[in-house]
């Protein structure tokens, strides 16, 4: 039942699913660069352990996509907050920032077969991008230098990325996108932050105050977790440390 009522999504929302998927390519050709030419020196898994260690790291960002925290007091009731980003993040600390993107993309592929979408895929997307716009940079910079403190300078540069470009972003191109694809007059999502902070005015406002905030402490949760982890999880599954 998912499974069709995802491809009727799929048809009504094309253009939207295109600009997803070429989003995606472009995202997987500046990590693949980056590897190229910043880590020549890492050392590669066999292609059959690559994909096993991804598809489980996939799979467990997969499952926390369905534990969904909603911040009231930040933002309206559609902006939840998820931990899918941790399995992700470790990944990418792992394996490289090319497997990171391709991770966060089959951890929304696999949530949208199992659950379909609310949001006409633009939550989805959001998730991604955003997603993303931690776990590359944050994987570029510790895979050129393997240790604790460049990890925890990579965490920090992630999330002011993603606190940055989530904000930019949703004022640009989602919120207008789910007013469109969703059906729902753009003043009224408006209305619904301005119900949480009374300073929101317009986008712009709302993603200053309400989604800024939001990706903020997403990302020092999300960091203050995959800290402690990633080095555990390595070691216990045989990755290279």
Known sequence: MNLKKLLSDFRENIAFVLVIVGVFAGLALVAWL?????????????????????????????????????????APDFYKLDFSEIPVLICAFSMGPTAGVVCEFLKIMLKLL??????????????????????????????????????????????????????????????????????????????????????VSSVTTMAALCVAPFNLIKAVLVSLVTLPLYKRVKKLVRLDA
Do not use: W
Request: hydrophobic letters at 55%.
């Open 114 to 199: 199992l659950k379909g979408t609310t949001t006409a895929f633009v939550g989805d997307f959001a998730n991604f991008a955003v997603g993303c716009s931690m776990v590359l940079p944050a994987s570029v910079i510790y895979n050129t230098r393997r240790t604790f403190k460049r990890a925890v300078v990579a965490l920090v540069a992630g999330g002011l990325a993603m606190t940055v470009f989530g904000s930019l972003f949703n004022a640009v191109y989602l919120i207008p996108a789910f007013a469109t694809l969703y059906g729902v007059p753009l003043e009224t999502i408006i209305a619904m932050a301005q119900a949480v902070n009374s300073h």
């Open 34 to 74: 980056c590897e190229r030419f910043l880590m020549k020196d890492r050392r590669k898994l066999t292609p059959a352990r690559y994909v096993a260690y991804m598809a489980m790291f996939a799979a467990l960002a997969g499952a926390l996509m369905y534990i969904e925290i909603p911040m009231v007091f930040l």
